[in-house]
Nanobody, 117 residues
Framework: VQLVESGGGLVQPGGSLRLSCAASGFTFSQYHMRWYRQAPGKEREWVAGMTSAGGNTNYADSVKGRFTFSRDNAKNTVYLQMNTLKPEDTAVYYC???????????WGQGTQVTVSS
C-alpha cells in the first residue's frame, strides 16, 4: 500500500499550489480520501475530505472557499488545489485513505508547503 504526495513547495502569500496524492496497493474507489496538515509545534489537523464515490466533499472552515478537493478514480489520485495561500497554511500536508467501514486507514509520507514572502 502506498500513498505518495507531491506538489508541495515554497510559494508567496496569495499564490497557489496543487497537491497530488497517488494511491496504489488497495481498491482506491472504495476508500474515502482526506487531507490533513501539521504545522510546526501543532497537532495534525483535518483539512478536507471526500467520500469514496466523490459525491460529498467537506472542508475545514480555515480553507473553505480557497481549497478545492478532487479525485480521479481512473488514475487512483486525489488533488488539493490551494489558492490564495496564507502564511498560516504553512505545514506538512498528508494524504489519508479510509475504508468504508472506517476500520482501516493509510497515510502518505507528507509534502511540505511553505507560504512566505
Amino acid at each position: 500500500v502506498q500513498l505518495v504526495e507531491s506538489g508541495g513547495g515554497l510559494v508567496q502569500p496569495g499564490g497557489s499550489l496543487r497537491l497530488s496524492c497517488a494511491a496504489s496497493g488497495f481498491t482506491f474507489s472504495q476508500y474515502h480520501m482526506r487531507w490533513y496538515r501539521q504545522a510546526p509545534g501543532k497537532e495534525r489537523e483535518w483539512v478536507a475530505g471526500m467520500t469514496s464515490a466523490g459525491g460529498n466533499t467537506n472542508y475545514a472552515d480555515s480553507v473553505k472557499g480557497r481549497f478545492t478537493f478532487s479525485r480521479d478514480n481512473a488514475k487512483n489520485t486525489v488533488y488539493l488545489q490551494m489558492n490564495t495561500l496564507k502564511p498560516e497554511d504553512t505545514a506538512v500536508y498528508y494524504c489519508n485513505a479510509l475504508n468504508r467501514r472506517l476500520t482501516v486507514d493509510y497515510w502518505g509520507q507528507g509534502t511540505q508547503v511553505t507560504v512566505s514572502s
